[in-house]
């Protein structure tokens, strides 16, 4: 017996929003979400544009379907990897890590998709900007929490100011991102890696457990 | 006698420039350079667009003044002020304050133009991300000079890599302009002054010398 599924109309009608966010992501990836529009994605992908209004019924349902997406691959990419790893200072590693390659891999044509959202927001308000920094704000908060149980696990100084840390190390990734992506640096992610390591090695850090970073 | 002076309609027209370019800038401060449009920048000043069109015969002509008259801004609230300190760690120390006044205040709504202008133009190519994308890397350029006098003039230890140093200041720059117009981030600022302050402390430098960034 095969078991129930849903509708053939379901399955395709999830396919076809599936196929509109994905192409979504990558052309808000370069040209912004402000740079969405359904006339424009309806030619990109030949459908007829009441056929994606069916979809979407507004830009700004589209763009908050966008961000969502957005978010997973993320979360898939960087979050459930270094979720594998042990809690502190080897998660915390495998988070910076692996935010460094999904930015230098061009996971999105643009770079990381939440720091090009979150810059392209500046001075706005409503829904789509709340949801792209919400991300960005929980993706710190989860940064902070691995350093402070790497102060537990006395793999990090205590003495070392967790906020502080937490903001330089945030600002090494963003910054090999936009190094990268808008100015070209070619050593933006050897300069992000050094730096990294630098930091954790003074906030007392084994130099074994840093290795990782050497590539 | 009086001197020579352009004819009154030169006069004008500069100043009619002036006006449009200034106006220019605060819109794209907040919706980016792509977000400028002949027709939306005549009704805002109430000009006929075949006027604004006699200043600006191209969006992307009208782009390039506008990243020119930011520039200008830029190097008056930044690097004029520095450059009359002495060079090296204290022109280095007025280089970085001014940097994050000029973000912190909003001289500009959106924040740093520089910044957002070279995020936004991320993956394209021609004249106008050529220009935004140089003069961020002369303002690079100009720290790192900065760094390495320091360290001629024993302000800073010898032994520290000068371009390590210059990325992790224009990270922690940049992520204060980020994390201030993006996220809302009330402490962006002082996390930056302090980051700048240990990392600073720890290549050497002399406490007193950075006290400046206690504010």
Sequence with gaps: VTPPTPSGEGIKGQRTRNTIVAHAMEVASIEGLEGLSIGGLATDLEMSKSGLFAHFGSKTDLQMATVTAATAVF????????SAEPEGLTRLLGLCLGYLDYSQRRVFPGGCFLFSTTAEMRGRTGPVRDEATDQMNSWLRLL????KVAQSQRELATTVDARGLTFELNAYMTTANWLSVALDDPDAYTS??????????????????????EQ
Aim: aromatic letters at 0%; one cysteine or more.
């Design 144 to 147: 902070g929490r691995n350093v």
């Design 75 to 82: 979360v898939e990419k960087v979050i459930v990897p270094a």
């Design 192 to 213: 992000a890696r050094c730096a990294i390591q630098r930091l954790l090695a003074g906030a007392g850090a084994q130099p074994a457990a840093l290795r990782r970073l």
